[in-house]
């Protein structure tokens, strides 16, 4: 009896196993790429337009030539105002720093709304 207990235990755990999807394909978190293509053209901005875009409650930065809106992020800036520093500027000096930890180079693509015009 004690046997065919356990032995329905590990076949229910080896099904649950089998059956509960994992790993990126079913929404678990992935790496993201920094060259990510997307389906539609980017949006092109100008850097007289992105220099508009420099205040605590409308913040845009450039990265590498791409063009990244950051106001939501401000107030939850671990480095205080510091981001502001180069709010509707280049801001790839100060991105690329020692002071950022490796994962702002996987949340930035969340702000991404388009390339810089060069």
């Known amino acids: 009896m004690m046997i065919a207990a356990v032995a329905l235990v590990v076949v229910i755990?080896?099904?649950?196993?089998?059956?509960?999807?994992?790993?990126?394909k079913y929404g678990h978190?992935?790496?993201?790429?920094s060259n990510v293509t997307y389906d539609k053209p980017?949006?092109?901005y100008t850097k007289?337009?992105?220099?508009?875009?420099?205040?605590?409650?409308?913040?845009?930065?450039?990265?590498?030539?791409?063009?990244?809106?950051?106001?939501s992020y401000v107030e939850e800036h671990p480095g205080g105002d510091a981001i502001l520093d180069h709010a509707g500027d280049d801001s790839t000096?100060?991105?690329f720093g020692p002071q950022h930890?490796?994962?702002v180079f996987d949340m930035i693509n969340d702000f991404?709304?388009?390339d810089l015009k060069l």
């Open 93 to 95: 000096e100060g991105f």
């Open 29 to 33: 978190a992935k790496k993201v790429d």
């Open 48 to 71: 007289a337009e992105v220099s508009l875009h420099n205040k605590r409650t409308d913040c845009w930065v450039i990265i590498k030539d791409k063009v990244y809106d950051v106001t």
């Open 101 to 103: 930890a490796t994962r």
């Open 42 to 44: 980017a949006r092109m």
């Open 13 to 24: 755990l080896l099904v649950a196993f089998i059956l509960i999807p994992r790993g990126p």
């Open 112 to 114: 991404y709304i388009g």
